[in-house]
């Protein structure tokens, strides 16, 4: 039976497929949309990708896309671990800048559902981390948006700091979210 545990902002959930295991090794299933229906998640998935990060403490995000090409994402990794993080950046919520972190690890096979209207980023905590995550949106660079990862208002618990990070030229340069232009997800 797979667990899905809602974290503190509710709408970003903790999934942790069942292992079914014997001598040869083990097997799950990482999504149903009958599963996650009956627990009220309907996604609309249309693009898998894949990652890989070399160092421990590469940080990649926050990233979102806005309308109309909003994503909500299911991540997992495949080989290693990190530290996922959701950021809500809905103009107008009750919870907005917010954010939830979660650790997900090969190991464990834990995953995280982080809806449309969530800045998402995550950190490796292992050399050679390789993840895989669904979208429900295409990739549309128009529609990028992003907040700085390390923003000092958000107090994120990173586990790396600003000097020890490995980063994109690209993230280096996103807004704190208090410069954040009004993002659109509907």
């Not at 503190?8 to 097997?27: N, Q, S, Y």
């Not at 990233?63 to 990794?77: D, G, V, Y």
Request: charged letters at 25%.
């Amino acid at each position: 039976m797979t667990t899905i545990t809602p974290l503190a902002l509710p709408e970003v959930l903790l999934i942790t497929p069942k292992r079914h295991g014997d001598a040869r090794g083990w097997f799950a299933e990482t999504w149903s949309r009958r599963t996650l229906g009956e627990a009220g998640v309907i996604c609309d998935f249309v693009q898998d990708n894949q990652a890989y990060s070399a160092r421990k403490g590469t940080v990649r995000g926050l990233h979102f896309q806005t309308a109309p090409h909003a994503q909500a994402k299911l991540i997992r990794a495949l080989r290693g671990a990190i530290y996922d993080v959701a950021l809500d950046v809905r103009p107008g919520s009750a919870t907005f800048g917010q954010w939830v972190g979660a650790e997900l690890s090969a190991e464990g096979g834990e995953q995280l559902l982080v809806p449309r209207g969530f800045a998402h980023g995550y950190c490796t905590l292992t050399d050679d981390c390789e993840l895989f995550y669904k979208v429900d949106g295409l990739y549309a660079p128009d529609c990028e948006g992003g907040v700085l990862w390390n923003d000092p208002d958000l107090a994120i618990d990173w586990p790396v700091d600003a000097a020890g990070a490995t980063t994109s030229d690209k993230d280096k340069v996103l807004p704190r979210l208090k410069d954040m232009p009004e993002a659109h997800f509907e």
